[in-house]
């Protein structure tokens, strides 16, 4: 995923503490965590499964 209107919180000594997105990269990030979990979901149906229908 291309790096797109990322800004950064910094403390007092200047090390980042936090990270800033752009609305469009955020849900993005979401969609993509989703689509991961999903196939996690999957995943472990598919390994704790009994028996399977065609």
Do not use: C, Q, W
Request: charged content about 45%; cysteine-free.
């Amino acid at each position: 995923m291309p790096k797109r209107g990322e800004r950064y919180v910094v403390d007092k000594r200047g090390r980042k503490t936090a990270v800033m997105l752009d609305i469009p990269t955020y849900r993005a990030l979401l969609e993509h965590l989703e689509d991961l979990e999903d196939a996690l979901e999957l995943d472990e149906a598919v390994r704790t499964a009994k028996e399977f229908r065609s």
